[in-house]
């Protein structure tokens, strides 16, 4: 836990960041330091993260917060950061920006009404929804804000293209979406794609198969990567915030959704568009009736190439590898991984090596061990790449349980093979 971390400083090129620079959630440079009620001071992105993910204490103290989780801006410490900053500047270091001040809910109701106002003019309500934008992409708090008024905004993402003028009639009977290039259906888009959704507001989403047909269609076709970013992140929202999977299946199983977040994923994408697919495809696989799917539009080896390049950063990692897992547990996902040749079971190995984080290498030891235990060429080449040396360190602690379970069944199961092997080899010396 963040509060049982000894005071150690921290490297950064030649120079160490004092220890009451760094943020004790992050153990990195506070960019916008905030006290909370029990005067710990956390970088703001830090611990509203820890607060948004359900959290109720103090990370350091451990004591409960109340229900206040007020945070006033630490001015003095930032001061006295950007000071630093300056006289280590001929190091490399740049001087942390002064923090804007959080949105306000007024503001944010205003530019709302503004976008929302069927009277004003197209631009001047493209304009609000900017502002807006960029609002909840400054911090978790502003997102908090400006969810508080996120039904106009959704509403407006989807009402505002015709729905008649963007399907038309194939010749084969089918339809087709036109690309029709809405401005403000755009940015309402960009908007509401980062906000958190309702159950209720999912399942609205979800059961207009016109309006899935409108996201798959931004997905797979749209020219602009950014559109296509916004249409990926809204559908991780509609998925996240449905509580039945009823909802999530006819996500997945809506025409082209599958497809299109899969070659997002591909080494050639950008990582912002593998980050958003990414996230959609782990909480789309969740559900067990959609993993079959997912196979079969071959995600298991997109995500694992994808992996193999190590451009992914750390939450990405765990949310491929973790999805990557749970492909394995249906037919046909140990054999997308072991049909990688090489790539799959060399970048599990590599995972497990270098642990850019716990849940990363538990979850490849989840991968390897899926697969080991239906092909016994692949715990002969686990062995070879020299896992046994790493699931020994699992074993013995600095891991998670469930982790130190899964290392334990490979363990065993890799260490017969390697007495195995070792016995082959003897046997053929002496012959």
Known sequence: MPGSLAPQPLDLGAVQIPYHFRCPVSLELMQDPVTVSTGQTYDRSSIESWVATGNTTCPVTRASLDGDFTMIPNHTLRRLIQEWCVAHRSFGIERIPT?????DPTLVRSLVAQCSSSTATGEFRISALRRLRALSRESEYNRKVVAEFRSPLVNLAFDAIDSSS???????????????????????????????????????IANRADRLKWLSGLLRSHDSIDVRINAAAMIESISAGAKTPDIRILIAQSDGIMEGLVAMITTTSPKAAAKAAIRALFSLTLVKQNRELAVRRRATETLVERISTGDLERGDLERALATVELLCRVEGGCAAVIGSGEIGVGVMARVMESRPSDRAAEHAVGVMLAVCVVDDGVQKEAVKRGVLPQLLIMVQGGCTERAKRKAQVLLKLLWSTALASQHDDYDHEFR
């Not at 923090?99 to 949105?103: E, N």
């Not at 194939?170 to 290039?181: A, E």
Request: aromatic share 2%; proline share 7%.
């Open 99 to 103: 923090p804007k001040q959080p949105a």
């Open 166 to 204: 963007i399907f038309k009639t194939t010749s084969d009977g089918g339809s087709m979406m036109m690309m029709v290039n809405n401005g403000l259906a755009m940015e309402a888009l960009a908007v509401a794609s980062v906000l958190p959704l309702s159950d209720s507001e999912s399942t609205a």
